[in-house]
């Protein structure tokens, strides 16, 4: 969407009959029209006039830029999912190795381990 930015706020307010605090999420589409708006920024914006069927709000300023990768899912490759999994597998074996250890701290386990990635 060129020229549109999408705007979640996200506020609580306890449930009517529970009285547990409920998180809810509002989302505008709000004009921004240079463009210069990233994720995970936080905006001023102020209602105007309608410019679209959804789109009723306007950006006033940026308040504070934050960096967040953009990157979609769809934009990865083959490798880098493989290169992704095989990173997240090595963290479970060695949290497992660990947790592992605790259990039995009388018996050798790193015979038993195999630390040797699988593919």
């Known amino acids: 969407m060129d020229k549109t930015v999408i705007v979640a706020v996200e506020w609580r307010r306890p449930h009517r009959i529970y009285k547990k605090p ?9 004009h921004d029209p240079e463009n210069e708006c990233k994720l995970g920024d936080t905006v001023r914006i102020r209602e105007g006039r309608p410019l679209s069927k959804t789109k009723r709000w306007r950006v006033m300023d940026i308040l504070q830029r934050e960096d967040i990768a953009e ?3 769809g934009e ?7 290169n992704i999994i095989a990173e997240a597998q090595a963290i479970v074996d060695v949290s497992a190795k660990v947790a592992y250890e605790d259990d039995a701290p009388e018996t ?5 381990i195999d ?3 699988t593919q």
């Not at 990865?76 to 493989?82: K, N």
């Not at 050798?108 to 038993?112: L, T």
Request: aromatic share 4%; glycine share 0%.
């Open 71 to 73: 990157v979609q899912p």
């Open 22 to 30: 409920v998180r809810r999420k509002t989302r505008f589409m709000v």
């Open 108 to 112: 050798d386990v790193s015979e038993e």
């Open 76 to 82: 990865l490759t083959a490798s880098d999912e493989s």
């Open 115 to 117: 630390d040797s990635p």
